[in-house]
Nanobody, 115 residues
């Protein structure tokens, strides 16, 4: 059984930094390509960043140059380093895994609040 567990959310001042973590819990042969989404109150969930099998990454325009996604395969954890945060970054952040035939897995989310 595989699940994603996010952590590291909390409050930060504008211009500050946060580091989110998403641990892949459980044993699996599935190779999940990992990404982060976020959802602000009253708004639709949106893509933030992803990291892929070949090591490539991509970012939403709104976070490009400020956020960095990375992965530690030994720890089965993906990270989102959030620098120069803005109030508009306030949202629930969700970890997402896409595993091809293994399907899709979502984490429960971790709240980020920027003031």
């Amino acid at each position: 059984h595989v699940q994603l567990v996010e952590s590291g959310g909390g409050s930060a001042q504008a211009g500050g930094s946060l580091r989110l973590s998403c641990e892949v819990s459980g044993y699996t042969f599935c190779n999940y390509e990992m990404s982060w989404y976020r959802q602000a109150p009253g708004k639709e969930r949106e893509f933030v960043s992803g990291i892929y099998r070949d090591g490539s990454t991509n970012y939403a325009d709104s976070v490009k140059g400020r956020f960095t996604i990375s992965q530690d395969n030994a720890k089965k954890t993906v990270y989102l380093q959030m620098n120069s945060v803005k109030p508009e970054d306030t949202a629930m952040y969700y970890c997402h895994g896409a595993g091809g035939l293994c399907g899709v897995v979502w984490g429960q989310g971790t709240q980020v609040t920027v003031s």
